[in-house]
């Protein structure tokens, strides 16, 4: 059997040291620090990529699959070279080139997406994929540097695949717990470019070899620079959100909460009864028909965004108790400091998961809840279950009623399943939207957007509520009993176990929606 060599111009005989200037700490720092940097990249990625293409499930795992395609490839590619030339060799240039690129991908990404948006998913990969790649051939070099005699070969790539595991751990755990809180995404992965391009500089000082530094240092430069006037920046980048409050053009007070480029909210911060978005509209109209006039309600919000109903309802009906359910911390600091929250009267706003925060709730304690939870245009998958519904009849009191915002498109398979749902759990349902997203007007074509659905184990007043709605001047209409239920056809309740949310949803395009 050959010996193990230190690198291939240089046979080592078994248990001859071998003076390869990489000793077992560096060896270390190096696996560590480039498998952490993966994974840095993989979950920022999907920050990037989400104002684009949304944070769906299909999202997390085109990032997930390209993330993995690229370790396999660095690892294979990596052992392949470290066999052909001397390991030392490749080492800088791994480290360098996948720092610039990582420096890169802010800029290169969002001017992708807003000038050449066919090519988005093709530069997205490239940009995962390369420095990917680069990162963990890593392992591989640095293993095989470490190789020294076949009696420890057991010894030495156990402790660096183990050395690399933790460095994947604690790169997730940083960036998700830590960075991401903490830093704007551009400003991760420049900072990284800059840690990866200083670490080749400091390999390569140390071999007195390849000299790509100072052209690699003046592409992380060039990668922080055009961040900055990048199309797609953020006024502020919080835990899940690219957000931006707009100013009303026409309405001096009016302000549109955007996240990751979708409009979530229109807040008036001098009248919070004037209702911009038309679902918002159906909302009040189906609340105002539910209940007394000006009778004040204990409710609860599930998804806060720019709190538009709870500052109605404040507004509408005196000594209203709302508690809002808001996951983004961000958030409700732009709520604050942005859009008046302080100054609204009987709002409560907890961050915490909806659904966690409905099971933090006494049985009967709510009129109202109410639905309004979005991850891009998708309702978190586990807010549409029936456990998740079961917890919220379980929080209303025996009038109570519950009114959700769903959004889709197409065949409307989501808006159906969760209108299934909703049937397994509450004695009446019924659906407000336009004619033909909902069945009434079967001469014209669904087109799709939003849909409010309400739920309830009291009679639900269809006049009551279709009176509203014509007195908001929203164009919709009411749907209940044999209508709804030949909507809803054969779809399935969603539930725990059951809620391809992502797949059922069909998102807008210029051909089937508005």
Not at 460 to 467: E, F, S
Request: aromatic share 4%.
């Amino acid at each position: 059997m050959s010996p193990v060599t230190g690198s291939s111009s240089s046979p080592v005989a078994e248990g001859t040291p071998h003076d390869d200037g990489l000793g077992p700490r560096t060896a270390a720092v190096l696996v560590f620090g480039s498998s952490a940097a993966v994974l840095v990249v993989e979950i920022v990625a999907l920050r990037l990529l989400a104002p684009y293409l949304g944070l769906t499930l299909e999202t997390s795992t085109l990032v997930i699959g390209i993330a993995l395609t690229a370790i396999a490839a660095g690892s294979w590619m990596g052992g392949h070279f470290a066999d052909q030339v001397d390991p030392r060799r490749l080492l800088g240039p791994s480290l360098g080139v996948s720092g610039a690129v990582v420096a890169l991908t802010p800029a290169v990404l969002r001017s992708t997406a807003e000038w050449a948006p066919a090519l988005l998913l093709l530069i997205a990969s490239l940009t995962i994929l390369v420095p990917g790649a680069l990162l963990s051939a890593v392992t591989p070099i640095v293993t095989k540097l470490r190789l020294t005699s076949l009696a420890e070969t057991g010894t030495v790539v156990g402790r660096l695949s183990g050395v690399g595991t933790v460095g994947a751990i604690v790169g997730t755990v940083l960036t998700g717990f830590v960075l991401v809180s903490r830093l704007p995404v551009s400003g991760i992965l420049i900072g990284l470019g800059i840690l990866l391009v200083a670490g080749s500089a400091l390999v390569e000082w140390r071999r007195r070899g390849w000299s790509g530094t100072p052209a690699l240092t003046l592409v992380v430069v060039a990668g922080g620079l055009a961040t900055t006037v990048a199309p797609g920046a953020c006024d502020t980048e919080t835990r899940y959100h690219c957000a931006r409050v707009v100013a009303d053009p026409d309405r001096d007070s009016g302000r549109t909460l955007v996240l990751d480029g979708l409009r979530h909210s229109y807040v008036d911060l001098d009248d919070p009864t004037f209702l911009e978005f038309e679902y918002v509209r159906a909302i009040a109209s189906v609340v105002d028909a539910a209940f007394p006039e000006g009778e004040p309600l204990a409710a609860h919000h599930v998804g806060g965004g720019g709190l538009t109903i709870p500052r109605y309802l404040a507004a509408t009906r005196p000594g209203t108790r709302s508690l809002v359910s808001e996951i983004d911390g961000g958030v409700v600091r732009i709520d604050r400091d942005q859009l008046g929250l302080g100054s609204a009267a009987g709002i409560d706003v907890r961050v915490e998961d909806g659904r966690l925060g409905l099971r933090r709730l006494d049985a009967g304690s709510r009129d109202l809840v109410v639905g309004d939870a979005f991850g891009g245009v998708s309702v978190p998958w586990h807010l549409t279950t029936v456990e998740a519904m079961t917890d919220v009849r379980r929080v209303l009191d025996e009038d109570g009623l519950y009114v959700a915002n769903l959004i889709d498109h197409g065949g409307m398979a989501f808006a159906r399943a969760e209108a299934a749902t909703l049937g397994e759990t509450f004695e009446h349902v019924a659906l407000v939207g336009e004619p033909a997203d909902i069945g009434l007007d079967p001469t014209a074509t669904a087109l799709g957007g939003n849909l409010v659905v309400i739920a309830s184990d009291r009679p639900v007043d269809p006049r009551a509520i279709q009176k509203a709605l014509d007195a908001q001047q929203t164009g919709w209409k009411i749907a209940t009993g044999d209508d709804l239920t030949s909507w809803i056809g054969d779809a399935r309740p969603l539930t725990d176990d059951y809620a391809p949310v992502d797949q059922l949803l069909q998102p807008y395009s210029p051909g089937n929606g508005r």
